[in-house]
């Protein structure tokens, strides 16, 4: 299938804008979140297939896949497991399965984010900034399922899994998981109300500073644990701290 | 609840052991309650010399032993009351003997008819008797034969005695071997279970009683000794045996528990008797369907969602380039229908026993849903425990809550969610502000499909929130109910054992 071109009514990208490439077998789709892209500052290409996809990735490479799950030929989860292994570039799963279980089954892959569809064109957008946020912040190269442990704890990025030091199952609301993943990617170092709200809450709503510790405080109390001194300290003036140190496992 | 029962090892256990153990009670107590063996019948006059033997050593001061008979030495006359009988000859006979009055000697037994039963003569007796006549012939023998160390003169004796024998009128038969069985001599007084004794110079009385209840004793011993072992070595072959039929019916029932949560699960192993053998290859081939079954149902299922999501997808796409007013009626018809479909397609594919139980912290799992909903601006609220652990399926019991959630919202505008702790249970309770349900369609809305027909509530949804949430809680050996909200509402209790 042809590379499908940026809507001609949207206007040309910034230079230097992240690139953005829209793998779906749906025309239609194609050049309608291509279009959204666009006009969200990104450039973007579209491919119908994965053998185009890897056609467009070793011509001019990019930034951040986007990746539906069913296609003919080779399908989404397959080529998200291709991309993980590479490490390069960062997948957002776009899927019609939106269930937790295929959720998973993404994350687990090594997708970075999964939504399902129908959904919000901006949601995908904002989530698109947040993954590209994260990948040059940690610039590490995750591999699939990965998943750490602290202190006792384990906690599973995928699954969103954290299981405390009994081995019991600690679910996590969404802002708690993506607090919790910020503190992780960065351990030992103290970050700032507004790097915390940058990292860890990519949606539209406005979110104010109070929010911030709000959800700390929430995610302090999941990992309060009478032998394990404080996991997340109050720096005054400052910011919040995570004092443990992951280990990959 | 299946009815609990003894595995078939125990009952073919217990049976073979009653089996065993009624048999050996029914002996014992024949060998109990049945009159003992009779005394064994003795000689008159060898009792009375081993009397008389034992009465000179009893005078000496000392007490005799003897094999056979017990003996004792008391201030008293033994009674005699229950002894069938005097005998007054032997009386007599003991009595001179001893050259005591005979007021002063008793003598009692069971007399025994000398026709009916005959005397037995012991080996060893009769081989004595044997050797001690045939010495008896070689010692006149021996003298008949001629001094002088002639060989003629013996030839001539040798000569003589042929002579003799051709001559002299036959010799009386030899007698003959006594038998092994055989009638007691004239004269000799059969005896058993007897009693003698005497009264010795210092006016004691010396008494020999024979034999015999030390002898039944030891034997009742012996059979039960060897009872209680006979029992106790089936009883490990029965249990061993037992174990052996029924281990492999237990991993038969086994496997086909997981095959039936989880087609995917490795057959069945086709073993032991050859019923068993059968019923597994039957589970196995049912396990083939069912996996095919399940993976034509997968497939389908992505299909669907997939053919009527991508429209959808495309749908909010176009909406984003609409004039405000009708992209925000395209969102909200879209969202309908997605509802709907997720809905149907949670529904056809759930499989609540197939994710895996895991311990779990339902209070934290109920909070995070609360706050995410929260979050999104919608009018949910938690109150409860920052912990408690239960053991469940964490997507099942999301899914659940996030129904219970959903119906709270779309029928009663808020949903208040409450966890608690009940004895064995943990409780789970979603209250809502709406109408309530009625009392006769509480169980109607646990079916598929149905709908609250409450007025003003313009559902969207397919009506299977609810009978998921049943389904996810029985599947955790809880339940579902629904009951009414204070001051007004419905309230949804789900309960969980702990």
């Known amino acids: ?249 | 609840m299946p009815k609990r029962g003894w595995p078939i090892a125990a009952h073919l256990a217990a049976l073979v052991a009653m089996a065993l153990a009624a048999a050996y009670i029914v002996n014992i107590a024949a060998v109990v309650m049945l009159p003992p063996r009779p005394s064994d019948v003795m000689r008159g006059d060898k009792v009375l010399d081993a009397f008389v033997e034992a009465y000179a050593v009893a005078k000496a001061g000392r007490t005799p032993r003897s094999e056979g008979a017990r003996w004792s030495i008391a201030d008293q006359r033994p009674r005699t009351d229950r002894m069938p009988r005097p005998g007054k000859l032997l009386t007599r006979d003991l009595a001179r003997r001893l050259d005591l009055d005979p007021g002063r000697v008793v003598v009692a037994f069971d007399p025994t008819p000398s026709d009916v039963v005959v005397f037995r003569v012991r080996r060893e007796e009769m081989r004595v008797a044997r050797e001690a006549e045939r010495n008896a012939e070689d010692a006149r023998r021996s003298a008949e034969r001629p001094r002088g160390e002639d060989r003629r003169v013996e030839e001539i004796v040798i000569e003589d005695r042929r002579r003799d024998r051709a001559d002299a009128p036959p010799r009386p038969p030899e007698p003959p071997e006594p038998p092994l069985f055989a009638p007691p001599p004239p004269g000799v007084v059969l005896m058993s279970g007897f009693l003698v004794a005497a009264e010795l110079p210092d006016g004691r009385w010396l008494t020999m009683r024979q034999q015999s209840t030390a002898e039944t004793i030891d034997w009742i011993a012996r059979a039960a000794l060897g009872i209680g072992a006979t029992l106790a070595i089936l009883l490990l072959l029965a249990l061993l045996f037992a174990r052996r039929l029924a281990a492999p019916i237990q991993r038969f029932a086994d496997s086909a528990r997981r095959v039936g949560v989880d087609p995917g699960e490795a057959p069945v192993r086709e073993e032991g008797p050859r019923e068993l053998r059968t019923a597994a290859r039957a589970v196995n081939a049912m396990q083939a369907r069912l996996r095919a079954l399940v993976a034509e149902r997968t497939e389908m299922l992505a299909a669907v969602a997939h053919d009527l999501r991508t429209p959808l997808m495309r749908m909010r796409l176009v909406a984003e380039n609409a004039d405000p007013a009708l992209r925000d009626k395209l969102v909200k018809e879209a969202a309908e229908i997605d509802a709907l479909v997720s809905s149907f397609i949670a529904f056809a594919r759930d499989d609540p026993t197939r994710e895996a139980r895991v311990r779990l912290d339902l209070a934290a799992l109920v909070q995070s849903l609360v706050d995410d909903r929260a979050e999104a601006a919608q009018p949910v609220t938690y109150e409860g425990p920052d912990r408690l652990v239960i053991t469940g399926q964490a997507l099942g019991l999301k899914r659940l809550v996030d129904n219970l959630v959903d119906n709270a919202l779309k029928y009663g505008a808020v949903a208040r969610v409450r966890v608690r702790q009940d004895g064995e249970y943990a409780v789970i309770e979603v209250a809502d502000e709406g109408p309530g349900v009625p009392p006769a369609e509480r169980e109607k809305v646990f079916r598929p499909f149905v709908r609250g027909e409450t007025a003003g509530a313009q559902a969207a949804g397919a009506g299977l929130g609810l009978s998921a949430a049943r389904e996810i809680a029985r599947a955790h050996g809880g339940d579902v109910e629904i009951g009414d909200a204070q001051p007004r509402g419905a309230l949804i209790t789900v309960r969980l054992p702990v």
Do not use: H
């Open chain 1, 1 to 249: 299938m042809p590379d499908a071109p940026p809507s001609p009514t949207s206007p040309a990208p910034p230079p230097g804008a992240p690139r953005v490439l829209i793998v779906d077998d749906d025309a239609d789709i194609r050049s309608g979140l291509a279009d959204v892209f666009t006009r969200a500052g990104f450039n973007a290409v579209a491919a119908g297939d994965a053998a185009a996809m890897d056609r467009v990735l070793e011509a001019d490479g990019a930034d951040l896949v986007v990746l539906d799950l069913m296609m003919p030929g080779e399908d989404g989860l397959s080529a998200a497991r291709r991309l993980a292994a590479r490490g390069w570039p960062p997948v957002i799963m776009l899927s019609a399965l939106g269930d937790d279980a295929d959720r998973i089954v993404g994350l687990e892959v090594g997708a970075d984010d999964y939504l399902a569809k129908p959904c919000n064109p901006r949601e995908l957008v904002a989530r698109a900034r947040a993954v590209l946020r994260r990948a040059r912040d940690t610039d590490s190269k995750r591999g699939p399922a990965e998943a750490v442990r602290f202190a006792g704890f384990r906690f599973d990025f995928a699954r969103r899994e954290l299981l405390d030091p009994d081995g019991v199952l600690v679910t996590l609301s969404t802002g708690e998981f993506r607090l919790l993943r910020a503190f992780i990617e960065r351990p030992q170092r103290v970050l700032s109300r507004d790097q915390l709200l940058d990292l860890a809450f990519s949606n539209d709503n406005e979110v104010f500073d109070r929010a911030v510790d709000v959800q700390v405080s929430r995610l302090r109390k999941k990992l309060e644990r009478a032998d394990i001194g404080e996991l997340i300290r109050t720096v005054r003036g400052e910011g919040y701290m995570f004092t443990a140190k992951p280990q990959p496992g």
